[in-house]
């Protein structure tokens, strides 16, 4: 099937359970080609725990996830890597005594091919892909705003940079989606404004852009569309002002009395069940 | 001349490692040639460990089963054992496969564990090869049990053996000195292959998953097979090391493999400087020499002192070595001779203090 389908990732029915808490229970999620998805929620709601099944470092109990017209139910990381998924932790995982530029480096590991033999002989082959990687990764780290040294270790740079660098290393693996777990979180306000660039700038290049985030205000000027999560469900869906003032939405923030329906219903705010 | 041009620097190390043989003999004598045959050995299985544990951060307390399996494999293939006299250089890359073998074998399970765990399913490992080859003598003999396998033939290329006499230019190498040279021609070779692999697009996968290992899996690298590429990688210079060591020895018992020598090759890496090359190599060199140093010197030392031994030497030696690596762990917790970054990821850096300067700027502001 080759046809272009404007539909980069389909999840449906979504489960994922830990013992007896449903991390994610019927979670679908539809994300097109070249938009910014955000995808927020209360904490404990279940976003994390969505990345880490669309990346692989979980497997789904229940469901169908869909990308890019394949299915990738139950894969390794490296393969959903290789697919085109890439992403960024809430609690940054960097490579800590490698350079900045190394971390980016290794992002590379994956489209590129030289092995052994490659870096017994250097031969030409090996000497010419290893230039490339380096000049690529220079070229991102320009790109995500780093403009240290390029051989400061990775954690002797600042909070926002080692943000900036984990969207670095991401991208150095040519991503069609790049998935961001919070990264303006302790970012001051000058920080968040140049990341919101950044993400403009990504999207602009042809990635679609998978965002979770606290930061309201980021979001609303941000994502095209935006689903929530509470308790592992999605509880709507729609562009950013609809979903703002949806009923269910409001519920699950402020935490009302009034029961928590299911519904909301807008137009195009979509319940999941 | 110029002696801070690397071609110089370089030139001028090869003509004293060339020549340090008989500097050595001349200085010491002969026993002492025979211990930097050793040392080099060791050298190279530190070498060996050092892609495990260095570069890929995986800590193998069993790394003296991969020596095991070189060695026996040699024993067994070259020796009246089963009458068979296989020329070395069938039975040298015949052994590093076997342990490149079991390296993967070892690996292969072990993939999910990691820190403890995996030290002490490692552990195990090693202690299980040796067990082996203490009781693989019933019901059908082939390793000749405890009593080990001797008469084993010596290195040898067609006609020429490394342990017979031999005269060059004049001058007379006797078997010590030949050995040196074969010995230092591998290690070169291994400390070789290190090092470019290090700067390699693999040896970036190995020490992304020493560092983390998640993220370089999200990150599109394989962890599975670049960790298994770390045990076979280093499995077969252990294995070639053991090979050389059988023919060198002549003579091969499950003793040697015990887990004291695995843990006095990891010492070597880590005393050395975990992830460098040339410290790994000085923790080879430190860790074959004062050990006889002590041996030889601590009993003469002690009589001329108090007119008796007080202390075995033997067991002083054990005694320095503890205190040794106690005093390096505390003073140089990298190793004596630690790779940059290694060095630069236990110092403070300035550039931490002015980035906590700025931020105190920024919140100021
Ligand atoms: N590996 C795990 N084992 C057990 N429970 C888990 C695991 N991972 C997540 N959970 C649980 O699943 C629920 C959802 O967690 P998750 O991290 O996805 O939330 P989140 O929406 O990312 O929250 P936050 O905004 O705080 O990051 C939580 O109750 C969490 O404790
Ligand atoms: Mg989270």
């Given at each position: 099937?080759?046809?272009?389908?404007?539909?980069?990732?389909?999840?449906?029915?979504?489960?994922?359970?830990?013992?007896?808490?449903?991390?994610?229970?019927?979670?679908?999620?539809?994300?097109?080609?070249?938009?910014?998805?955000?995808?927020?929620?209360?904490?404990?709601?279940?976003?994390?725990?969505?990345?880490?099944?669309?990346t692989g470092l979980?497997?789904?109990?229940?469901?169908?996830?869909?990308?890019?017209?394949?299915?990738?139910?139950?894969c390794k990381p490296h393969v959903l890597a290789q697919a085109g998924i890439a992403r960024t932790f809430?609690?940054i995982r960097l490579f800590a005594n490698m350079s900045a530029l190394e971390n980016v480096m290794v992002g590379r590991h994956l489209r590129t091919r030289s092995g052994i033999w490659g870096a017994l002989t250097r031969n030409r082959a090996a000497r010419v892909e290893e230039q490339a990687i380096e000049e690529r990764a220079h070229e991102l780290l320009?790109?995500?705003?780093?403009?240290?040294?390029s051989n400061t270790l990775a954690k002797?740079?600042?909070?926002?940079?080692q943000?900036?660098l984990e969207i670095a290393r991401a991208l150095a693996t040519e991503p069609?989606?790049l998935?961001?777990?919070?990264?303006?979180?302790?970012?001051?306000?000058?920080?968040?404004?140049?990341?919101?660039?950044?993400?403009?700038?990504?999207?602009?290049?042809?990635?679609?852009?998978?965002?979770?985030?606290?930061?309201?205000?980021?979001?609303?000027?941000?994502?095209?569309?935006?689903?929530?999560?509470?308790?592992?469900?999605?509880?709507?869906?729609?562009?950013?002002?609809?979903?703002?003032?949806?009923?269910?939405?409001?519920?699950?923030?402020?935490?009302?009395?009034?029961?928590?329906?299911?519904?909301?219903?807008?137009?195009?705010?979509?319940?999941?069940? | 001349?110029?002696?801070?041009?690397?071609?110089?620097?370089?030139?001028?190390?090869?003509?004293?490692?060339?020549?340090?043989?008989?500097?050595?003999?001349?200085?010491?004598?002969?026993?002492?040639?025979?211990?930097?045959?050793?040392?080099?050995?060791?050298?190279?299985?530190?070498l060996g460990l050092n892609i495990v544990v260095g570069y890929a951060g995986l800590l193998d307390?069993?790394y003296?089963?991969?020596?095991?399996?070189?060695?026996?494999?040699?024993?067994?293939?070259?020796?009246?054992?089963?009458?068979?006299?296989?020329?070395?250089?069938?039975?040298?890359?015949?052994?590093?496969?076997?342990?490149c073998?079991?390296g993967v074998?070892l690996g292969a399970p072990t993939l999910r564990l990691r820190g403890?765990?995996l030290?002490?399913?490692t552990?195990?490992?090693?202690?299980?090869?040796?067990?082996?080859?203490?009781?693989?003598?019933?019901?059908?003999?082939?390793?000749?049990?405890?009593?080990?396998?001797?008469?084993?033939?010596?290195?040898?290329?067609?006609?020429?053996?490394?342990?017979?006499?031999?005269?060059?230019?004049?001058?007379?190498?006797?078997?010590?000195?030949?050995?040196?040279?074969?010995?230092?021609?591998?290690?070169?070779?291994v400390a070789f292959v290190s090092l470019r692999l290090q700067h390699s697009r693999i040896g970036r996968a190995w020490m992304a998953i020493r560092e983390d290992e998640v993220a370089a899996n999200a990150m599109g690298i394989n962890t599975r097979n670049i960790k298994l590429l770390a045990f076979a990688m280093g499995a077969t210079f252990g294995?070639?090391?053991?090979?050389?060591?059988?023919?060198?020895?002549?003579?091969?018992?499950?003793?040697?493999?015990?887990?004291?020598?695995?843990?006095?090759?990891?010492?070597?890496v880590?005393?050395?400087g975990m992830g460098n090359i040339?410290?790994v190599?000085?923790?080879?060199?430190?860790?074959?020499?004062?050990?006889?140093?002590?041996?030889?010197?601590?009993?003469?030392?002690?009589?001329?002192?108090?007119?008796?031994?007080?202390?075995?030497?033997?067991?002083?030696?054990?005694?320095?070595?503890?205190?040794?690596?106690?005093?390096?762990?505390?003073?140089?917790?990298?190793?004596?001779?630690p790779s940059t970054q290694r060095?630069r990821e236990?110092?403070?850096?300035?550039?931490?203090?002015?980035?906590?300067?700025?931020?105190?700027?920024?919140?100021?502001?």
């Open positions: 099937m080759t046809q272009p389908n404007d539909m980069l990732l389909n999840l449906a029915g979504v489960c994922k359970h830990f013992g007896g808490l449903a991390a994610l229970s019927g979670v679908s999620l539809h994300i097109k080609r070249g938009e910014i998805y955000g995808l927020i929620g209360p904490n404990g709601a279940g976003k994390t725990t969505l990345f880490n099944v669309i979980y497997q789904l109990d229940e469901g169908t996830f869909n990308f890019d017209g394949s299915d990738y139910a139950c809430q609690n320009r790109y995500v705003g780093i403009h240290r040294p002797n740079l600042s909070y926002g940079e943000r900036r069609k989606l998935a961001l777990d919070e990264p303006a979180a302790g970012m001051n306000a000058t920080e968040t404004e140049s990341l919101k660039e950044l993400m403009k700038k990504i999207r602009a290049s042809g990635i679609t852009v998978l965002l979770i985030e606290h930061d309201v205000k980021l979001i609303m000027g941000l994502c095209d569309r935006v689903a929530v999560l509470d308790y592992g469900k999605k509880i709507a869906e729609g562009v950013p002002e609809q979903v703002r003032n949806d009923a269910a939405v409001i519920a699950a923030y402020l935490g009302t009395d009034s029961p928590r329906p299911h519904a909301g219903e807008g137009q195009g705010v979509r319940v999941s069940e | 001349m110029k002696l801070h041009r690397p071609a110089n620097r370089h030139l001028l190390l090869a003509l004293a490692l060339l020549v340090l043989p008989f500097v050595i003999d001349a200085l010491f004598g002969h026993g002492w040639v025979r211990i930097a045959d050793f040392a080099l050995l060791y050298i190279m299985l530190a307390l069993g003296i089963a991969f020596f095991a399996v070189g060695a026996y494999t040699y024993a067994l293939l070259g020796s009246p054992q089963f009458g068979l006299h296989w020329p070395m250089y069938v039975v040298l890359p015949l052994g590093a496969l076997f342990a073998f079991f074998l403890d765990y030290a002490i399913v552990l195990g490992f090693g202690e299980i090869i040796r067990i082996f080859m203490n009781n693989l003598n019933a019901p059908v003999n082939i390793t000749n049990g405890p009593q080990g396998i001797s008469s084993i033939d010596p290195l040898h290329v067609g006609t020429f053996s490394f342990a017979g006499q031999h005269e060059l230019f004049g001058i007379g190498f006797s078997s010590v000195h030949q050995h040196y040279y074969l010995f230092l021609a591998f290690t070169l070779l294995g070639i090391s053991g090979g050389l060591f059988a023919g060198f020895q002549g003579f091969v018992s499950p003793e040697s493999f015990s887990l004291m020598e695995s843990i006095m090759v990891l010492c070597m880590v005393l050395g040339t410290g190599v000085l923790g080879g060199v430190l860790l074959v020499v004062l050990p006889e140093v002590f041996r030889h010197g601590a009993g003469p030392l002690q009589q001329a002192l108090f007119g008796k031994i007080v202390v075995d030497p033997e067991s002083l030696r054990m005694l320095m070595f503890g205190l040794a690596l106690i005093l390096v762990m505390l003073w140089r917790p990298a190793g004596l001779w060095r236990l110092m403070p850096d300035e550039s931490v203090a002015q980035q906590e300067q700025d931020t105190v700027y920024d919140s100021a502001k």
